[in-house]
């Protein structure tokens, strides 16, 4: 187990609906990732959140945000859904830093749009 | 942009045996290299790292190699068990700063008794 804990695990929303994902990290992690991965593939970055500020983005359009709390903890906001968010939202929390590059993994929520 | 590559198809070899996994990527080359382990429903869990510098990396059973000029990495797993069965990711940095990793899609492994 990572520590990173994520909620919740499996959601049904329908098509241009909004969720919000939430993600609590690992004790005394300051920086939390989101990652997308579609049935079959690798996670794809979304974004990066370190002191409480985006620190990063992938190909991702701006109705995906985030936030990330004094308490590291972070929040996925999906605004007006399509079919093709439906995907496995996977959280990471790590150090920043050189020589702490690994990711610590949630077990991730399984979005299903319909 | 960087593209990673690996085996789409499942690898499914004997226990005992060795598995051989490959991580081909394109353009730049990484400061790093990271190996996953993904089970089905859960999150990837971190492997391994390599280091630019670095031509090997072992870790019990594992083994990963990096070769900057072929632009490729291999994972071995010796000694394979049934329990080694998962889906192995590989994931490069993405020279946007720390953390910030692309991955492959996975090669599937079954080891089978």
């Known amino acids: 187990e990572t520590g990173v804990t994520q909620s919740p695990t499996h959601l049904i929303k329908t098509r241009g609906q909004q969720v919000t994902l939430r993600c609590s990290s690992q004790?005394?992690?300051?920086?939390v990732s989101w990652y997308q991965q579609a049935l079959g593939q690798g996670p794809q970055f979304i974004f990066q959140?370190?002191?409480?500020?985006?620190?990063g983005r992938g190909n991702f359009p701006p109705r995906f945000s985030g936030l990330q709390f004094p308490n590291y903890s972070s929040e996925l906001n999906v605004n007006a859904l399509e079919l093709d968010d439906s995907a496995l939202y996977l959280c990471?929390?790590?150090?920043?830093?050189?020589?702490?590059?690994?990711?610590?993994f949630g077990s991730g929520t399984q979005l299903s749009v319909l | 942009s960087q593209k990673i590559e690996q085996n789409s198809e499942a690898l499914n070899i004997q226990e005992g045996k060795t598995a051989t996994l490959t991580c081909n990527y394109t353009?730049?080359?990484?400061?790093?290299l990271q190996w996953y382990r993904q089970d089905p429903g859960r999150g990837p869990v971190f492997l391994l790292l390599?280091?630019?510098?670095?031509k090997e990396k072992r870790k019990e059973r594992l083994k990963v190699t990096f070769d900057t000029t072929l632009k490729q990495s291999l994972f071995h797993v010796t000694a394979s068990q049934p329990a080694d069965s998962a889906t192995y990711l590989c994931?490069?940095?993405?020279?946007?700063?720390?953390?910030?990793?692309?991955f492959g899609a996975g090669t599937r492994l079954a080891v089978h008794p």
């Open positions: 390599i280091r630019e510098n670095e």
């Open positions: 004790s005394g992690h300051n920086t």
């Open positions: 959140y370190y002191r409480e500020e985006e620190n």
């Open positions: 994931a490069l940095e993405s020279g946007g700063g720390y953390n910030k990793l692309i």
């Open positions: 990471a929390s790590s150090v920043s830093g050189t020589e702490n590059e690994k990711l610590f």
């Open positions: 353009n730049y080359s990484p400061a790093y």
